[in-house]
């Protein structure tokens, strides 16, 4: 009886939301659990650029965006259930944040037809367009990262690791596992030897990890961390005394949020990342006159330029480019989702578009094609000031290796091509 | 007045034995499941079956299992995360290595993986019990989370370590995969959820479970008067994990379609399992029905009011959610330490003697 009226209720509650006219990108954000903290600022900068659209220039061609949130805490059955109750709404485009949830979202766009636009994270070899028809990772992916940071490595050594230690503290999960393959076969390559830490979910608990690195003394420890398993890892390695220049950790692991609670002990963490930092960028003139100052913006706007919103918005970012170009193909601005994905696939964000945004050398140059959904795969490291409390780019944006690489993701897309019994396309 | 069974007669034991006495309640029953089989599945649409129905169908089956060893047997366990897990792992090593079989066949093989592995967990249920037990059911939950995160051959050898579910039919109809329909996937559930309902209330009102009970309420006094408790106590570890392995495998293959081990499989699924029998009621299939509702349709129900009603920040509508579920397992221990399926028996009585009590 419960069941019952409990149905009924929720059946009325459904059929009194609001039909939407406008074009939605559905935000599934957390911001609640283990990584609320990092989960928090990505949202908000998400939430905002699309504010900024709407408020400048009234939406993109004329239509406003809307961006419906749903909390799905990081949690894979909450995220499907966040799918299925947007999905109904005419969603254009998913950016979950959680490699967990991309893995379960990958068989349910295609089958819906709804692109699935996962920057930085999710299935790495989903760069593959031939296979991965609804999905799409620019501008960089796991791979990609692991291969940049071995490069900057392989710079600062005068161009030979061999015989080098490198440790792979990760988080065990999927998003975690993602890098392994890569350093496994980098590690053939250059000469230096790999050791993989697990550590589990959420990932409070490392000491062991810890005290290996401090008996095993590698010469760099890299890091595929994300939530409180960050802070916790630099705080572990600040009282091991790693040195912390050593210490590198992937773009998800390098954000405000996850060396200001170690304090000054973490001066000189790196870590990559894919999109520029800090405040010194035209756009956030606007953002602040147009979105922050009229008290539009998410939490009122206190995340404005973190490493985590800069991220958030730049995602944002490339799905209005997706948008606006798909706008351009079918001649109307009131698009289909599979209308974006076309739009997604003729993507070409040069510098001098990311100048006109406002954003100059903010990312790389995203390119798109039927084969390529994953861009150039560019990145760049950035270095943690604990003394001016923010986060400097050391490097310019470098290529990743893609003689290891390619053949990689073709390795691994046509697993699940044959798994899933898809013919590839193009 | 409601609800009366005056001039309802039994005239056989049989009549006087069956799961629902009362004239009204079997009708109940059977127009319950009628509109379940017949009305749902042509209305039913994808966020109805992924959101709601499915989930609740699925925990439903997970908390027949954990009651049967739990509240039937009186064995403790936390494990039940980890034996899902096994469900799960068993079905995807299953579905791809013998992908032309009939998946439901590989669900119910799956459970049968299950149960063994449960049975040799519950090896020590043996020798100690209470809290111990509880201990030792936990390290399964642990070690065999562990076991599928680390060894590849479990996740066929794939970069990330996920599982995904490739899509397999019954009788020509999509049951797993990105293509399976919103009714199909509730059929199956709801075809997995009554059969094994039917099969759970019959073993316990039968020799087996009277001898599970026995155990439970005195294991001493249960071997003097005849029963074995190396028997009882392995069949209730086999059919519990029996019954948590399709849970565990209908999780992964018909809901979610793709699993890791820690995120899906973790320990906060034992404790959820575990609230679910709590508050459902021990001992009660009725009662794994109603906490399997309660702990999964009320926080779906609670973010639809407060977030698409009230319009409130989706972070703060999940905080107070948390509190109103938790606040509300609170008061209904306290309340009714049976669980829903006593409060909902005392309800019963109260309307057959409505407007007149004793």
């Known amino acids: 009886m419960k069941l019952k009226l409990a149905t009924v209720a929720l059946g009325a509650f459904m059929a009194a939301a609001p039909a939407m006219a406008d074009l939605v990108v559905p935000n599934l954000s957390y911001r609640t659990g283990p990584y609320g903290a990092n989960g928090t600022q990505y949202a908000d900068g998400f939430n905002d650029y699309f504010t900024l659209l709407n408020e400048r220039d009234g939406g993109i061609g004329g239509e406003k965006i809307q961006t419906p949130e749903c909390e799905t805490a990081y949690n894979t059955e909450k995220g499907v259930e966040c799918y299925e109750s947007t999905k109904g709404s005419g969603a254009l485009v998913y950016n979950p944040l959680s490699t967990g949830i991309t893995y379960q979202l990958i068989p349910k766009v295609s089958a819906d037809k709804i692109p699935l636009y996962t920057p930085g994270y999710g299935r790495t070899s989903a760069k593959n367009g031939k296979v991965f028809e609804w999905v799409f990772n620019a501008p960089a992916n796991y791979w990609d990262g692991a291969s940049v940071a071995i490069k900057y490595l392989l710079e600062q050594n005068g161009g030979d690791l061999n015989g080098k230690k490198i440790a792979l503290v990760y988080h065990n999960s999927a998003y975690g596992k993602e890098p392994i393959r890569t350093l496994q076969d980098l590690s053939k390559k250059h000469g230096f030897t790999l050791t993989e830490l697990p550590v589990d979910p959420p990932g409070q608990e490392q000491k062991s990890q810890w005290l290996q690195i401090r008996r095993d003394k590698p010469d760099y420890v ?76 998410s939490q009122d706007g206190q995340f404005v330029g973190s490493a985590l919103y800069s991220r958030g918005m730049y995602a944002a970012v490339v799905i209005a480019e997706a948008i606006r170009k798909a706008q351009e193909l079918a001649g109307t601005p009131k698009i289909t989702a599979a209308q974006l994905r076309d739009g997604f696939e003729a993507l070409d964000i040069t510098p001098a578009r990311l100048t006109e945004i406002g954003l100059p050398d903010f990312g790389p140059e995203i390119k798109m094609s039927c084969d390529n959904h994953g861009g150039s795969g560019m990145a760049r490291l950035q270095q943690w000031d604990a003394s001016a409390k923010k986060w400097s780019l050391i490097t310019e944006f470098t290529a990743p290796d893609q003689e290891i690489l390619d053949p990689l993701i073709l390795e691994d897309s046509e697993a699940y091509a044959k798994e899933a019994g898809i013919t590839p396309r193009c | ?273 575990l609230f679910m029998v709590i508050i459902g009621g021990l001992g009660s299939i009725f009662g794994s029905f109603a906490g399997a509702a309660f702990l999964v349709l009320l926080p779906v129900f609670l973010k639809n009011v407060l977030v698409a009603q009230f319009g409130w920040p989706t972070d703060l509508a999940a905080h107070i959610e948390l509190m109103i579920v938790g606040a509300l397992i609170v008061f209904f221990l306290i309340v009714e330490p049976h669980g829903l399926a006593r409060l909902w028996a005392l309800t019963k009585e109260k309307l057959r003697l409505w407007p007149f009590p004793h």
């Open chain 2, 1 to 273: 007045m409601f609800y009366r069974e005056a001039g309802d007669f039994k005239t056989s034991y049989r009549d006087d034995g069956q799961t629902f006495p009362i004239r009204l309640d079997r009708w109940g029953y059977y127009a319950i499941l009628a509109v379940a089989f017949l009305v749902v599945p042509l209305v039913i649409d994808s966020y109805w079956a992924n959101a709601v129905l499915v989930p609740f169908l699925i925990y439903a089956i997970a908390a027949i299992g954990l009651n049967i060893l739990t509240g039937y047997a009186g064995q403790v366990s936390l494990g039940t995360g980890g034996f899902m897990a096994v469900g799960a792992y068993a079905v995807y090593k299953l579905m791809t290595a013998f992908p032309g079989v009939p998946i439901v066949i590989h669900v119910l093989l799956a459970g049968a993986i299950t149960a063994v592995v449960g049975m040799l967990f519950g090896l020590p249920s043996l020798r100690i019990k209470g809290f111990y037990l509880a201990v030792a059911t936990l390290a399964a939950q642990f070690f065999l989370v562990w076991l599928f995160n680390k060894v590849p051959w479990f996740y066929n050898y794939s970069a990330s370590g996920q599982i995904n579910a490739p899509e397999r039919t019954m009788f020509g109809w999509a049951v797993t995969g990105p293509a399976t329909t919103a009714s199909a996937k509730y059929l199956v559930c709801l075809c997995f959820a009554v059969a094994l309902a039917w099969v759970a209330r019959n073993l316990t009102r039968g020799s087996v479970g009277r001898k599970w009970m026995a155990i439970r309420d005195m294991d001493i006094a249960a071997e003097i008067i005849g029963v074995n408790p190396l028997t009882a106590k392995l069949s209730a570890f086999a059919v519990s994990s029996f019954f948590v392995g399709i849970a565990g495998a209908l999780l992964f293959a018909v809901y979610l379609g793709a699993a890791e081990a820690s995120e899906a499989f973790g320990i906060n699924k034992s404790f959820l399992i």
């Open chain 1, 222 to 297: 890299l890091m595929w961390g994300w939530g409180v398993m960050n802070q916790t890892a630099i705080q572990e390695a600040a009282n091991i005394r790693f040195p912390m220049e050593n210490f590198i950790g992937i773009w998800w692991s390098g954000s405000e949020v996850d060396v200001l609670p170690v304090g000054a002990v973490a001066n000189g963490y790196k870590s990559l990342t894919f999109n520029g930092v800090g405040t010194d960028y035209p756009l956030y003139a606007d953002m602040q006159k147009y979105v922050v100052e009229p008290g539009k913006a």
